[in-house]
């Protein structure tokens, strides 16, 4: 990490200029809009999510704080996190906020045409003082793949300054044309870049409610850790991509669905409206598979990481094992955790 984080610049003032904001993105690799979101829609979508965090929260306190028990923390890839995570991925505000109108007329305008968005919506929410668990450098397109040309829209659910964790990115890294080499790590993902193969030219901010960042696929970033006491960054991370692109078939399916095989009856069951269930459907978008080579390579990295010792590994190789016991990657990480 950088010794001195640069600004984001933003982009407001090109807003009405779609070929100045198409320019910027090509340029630069994102653009950072202020309050490009309603900020009332988002403090009530806050509530209703901290609401079904209250396991993770000190109890009596305001939910809306998101004020952490420590002795809870957890993070993706452990059970403990996705029983509580698919409880917030259920209400339907989180969903519908992808498609309100002022995103989809900005991307419009930044994909020039019409837009497609993911199904498969992510939320983000990371404890305080648990920085090794830090989403690590890496480009969007190994886990979420499709087509380059997919954009990342992460925005925090309430304020979120530079102690508590937002994105970082290194402006132009998009240029490289190609997906880089990733490697074991822990963090979100459990994939990243090699700092050495990287220009040390971070930039972030502190992000207020309705900041939006804007990415495409192959740009490099990273969460910055959550340095805060007790609070716990809870953000939004959905794509977009242009109506008619490919998509990968997992981007049609319920995120983190593959600990408990979250379907979409399951999350649409509590829900007041149908417009949004099953949307895509009507939609075409070629398909394709997933491509597992990647995170395939690795585990098998983080399996030879434990043989020499690595601490790291050894938790990913344990999670493995806590996540299907009777899976071919938890019996290869039986094998090296025993002569361990």
Known sequence: MAKKIKELRESNEALDDPEELRRRMKDEGYLFIRKLQDRDKLWDLRRQMLERMTPWLVEGTDPIDGIADISKQCTEGDFEYTDVYHEVYKLEAFHRIAHEPEMFDFLEKVIDGP????????????????????????????????????????????????????????????????????????????????????????????????????????????????????????SLDNRYQKLGGIVSEHMLEPHLNGFNNLVWEDVYADWETDDLKYYWKEMDNPEIPRDASLSEKGFAEALELAKRGNEHARIHLNRAIRRDPDSAQAKAAKEVLAVV
């Open 115 to 234: 837009v497609f968005s993911h199904p498969h919506k992510v939320a983000r929410l990371w404890f305080p003082k648990y920085t090794t668990h830090t989403t690590p450098i890496h480009q969007d397109f190994v886990h979420f793949q499709g087509n380059f040309e997919t954009y990342t829209c992460w925005a925090p659910v309430g304020d979120c300054p530079v102690e508590l964790g937002g994105l970082a990115l290194i402006p132009g890294s998009h240029k490289i044309d190609k997906v880089m080499d990733h490697h074991f790590s822990l963090g979100a993902g459990s994939l990243c870049i090699h700092t050495d193969e990287l220009e040390d030219n971070w930039h972030s901010t502190d992000y207020e409610m309705g900041d939006t960042l804007i990415f495409p696929a192959l740009t490099v970033h990273q969460a910055l850790p959550n340095l805060t006491e007790d609070r716990l960054r809870v």
